[in-house]
């Protein structure tokens, strides 16, 4: 059962995105900090003369270690590959098939529509790309796309954020 904060999950294919990001490793109470590099990549790119090819996200790649801290990277899509630098990575959203819904409503609540949608990943036997290193489960793809704009929307409990899980290849399996 799908709860009130989250669209009916769905599948969708999505291409290979060029991105700069921010990496980061964080817990809860320092999510200040993670959310200010959002302006710090767009004045990076607007620095270089680049504009960004969509919002911002948030890419997860360990959901927290014994301290709580998440690994994760701040980042704005660019429409091709640039060169980062000594703080800024150049990456990619890999291509695939991704479970997708959309989070409705206050970030605080975001919580319940991630476990909603691995949840519903289950149900419907749907293998989430992800992999153990000892004992850090690493994503290959678990992102957060900022739909909203917070300058024209500053109502967080008005915000919709795209959650999207990457699915394992058939190929892979």
């Given at each position: ?13 999505r ?23 959002v ?12 504009k ?12 927290g ?40 409503g ?18 419907e ?21 900022y ?6 929307e ?13 699915l ?5 399996a």
């Amino acid at each position: 059962m799908v709860q009130k904060y989250i669209s009916e999950p769905f599948v969708e294919e999505r291409a290979e995105q060029p991105y700069v990001g921010i990496p980061i490793l964080a817990g809860l109470a320092e999510w200040d900090k993670v959310n200010s590099l959002v302006g710090e990549l767009f004045d990076w790119l607007k620095g270089k003369g680049i504009k960004p090819a969509g919002t911002p996200f948030f890419r997860y790649w360990c959901l927290g270690d014994s301290e709580g801290k998440y690994k994760m990277e701040v980042g704005l899509p660019v429409k091709r590959m640039v060169s980062g630098d000594d703080r800024v990575v150049a990456s990619f959203i890999p291509g695939g098939s991704y479970l997708s819904a959309l989070h409705k409503g206050h970030p605080d609540n975001l919580e319940k529509s991630l476990a909603a949608l691995e949840q519903w990943a289950l149900q419907e036997e749907l293998d989430i790309d992800k992999r153990w290193e000892g004992q850090e489960e690493i994503w290959n793809g678990r992102f957060e796309f900022y739909v909203t704009d917070p300058e024209t929307e500053p109502d967080l409990n008005k915000w919709a954020i795209r959650i999207a899980f990457l699915l394992m290849r058939d190929d892979a399996a």
